[in-house]
């Protein structure tokens, strides 16, 4: 199938661009390099094909070379800049999405995978959180993915499309197999995810990490979180591409199944880096829920899907080969 992967020079969108060019498929990415990387492009199989664009001004003329189905990831990601700058998020997040659907419209493009996130919930009342749990974002980077959410479900109903939203809290990890030139992870900068944090202090790069709060009611006091090794999230992206019903919107969460601590994410960092990683207890910070992980019984019931690299210790593992490899110099 040819495909059009946006924001395909980001983390998870060139794992996925990678593991589509796997399965068989043809891939052009595009991507206006904002907050993706060119590394990633160049780690990338030779065969994918790169467009340096957005997508207001790119997307209907890379769709109109006889695309089939895109697997959406460009957005803005950072919660605390979309407090600051809500405005931008809405813009680049919903209006670059409805500029995407639009332009897939007009080239008769329907098929359609979405990166949404479990930011969508909010504050939730119970853990796991399922699909049906009310989604009440509490931030504007929240409110524009659930947006978009809203929009494919209207083109679905409107315009025959065939849309699924995946939503996730933490990735990590990192594709490291096939040689130095195949291995794709996080580069983001700034830098907000735990683990690569840690890792950094692992690296020499970071003097040390902060746990905020220490007296959640957890079972070390510590929040708990629900990491995704990056291939496990890709997958399911493949197997949401290949179940995709035209006039229909499906929603599904990913997640590990289980919940890891700040204290044991450390420790296991510890353990992987053999590196001492100095941690500091910091003043709890506003919003941050004890405990968030979601529940993926929906999609391993109507997609088979699970994740293969559930273990902590395999997710930090390979994210220290990345880290060690790609961000050393």
Partial sequence: MKLLVTGGAGYIGSVVAAQLVAAGHDVTVLDDLSTGHIEAIEALPEQVRFVEGTLRADALRVLADGCEGVLHFAAKSLVGESVEKPGLYFDHNLGGSLALLEAMRATGVRRIVFSSTAATYGEPERSPITETDPARPTNPYGMSKLAVDTALAEYARMHAFAATSLRYFNVAGARVEGGEAGWLGERHAPETHLIPIVLQVALGTREKVQMYGDDYDTPDGTCVR????????????????????????????????????????????????????????????????????????????????????????????????????????
Avoid at 230 to 244: I, M, N, P, Q, T
Avoid at 267 to 289: K, L, N, Q, S
């Fill in 226 to 329: 629900d990491y995704i090794h990056v291939e496990d999230l890709a997958r399911a992206h493949l197997l949401a591409l290949d179940a995709l019903t035209p006039e229909t919107h499906r929603v599904y969460n990913l997640g590990n199944g289980n919940g890891f601590s700040v204290r044991e994410v450390i420790e296991v960092c510890r353990e992987v880096t053999g590196h001492p990683i100095p941690a500091d207890v910091a003043p709890r910070r506003a919003g941050d829920p004890a405990v968030l992980v979601a529940s993926s019984t929906r999609i391993a019931d109507d997609l088979g899907w699970k994740p293969e690299k559930a273990d902590l210790h395999t997710i930090v593992s390979d994210a220290w080969t990345f880290t060690q490899s790609k961000l050393a110099n």
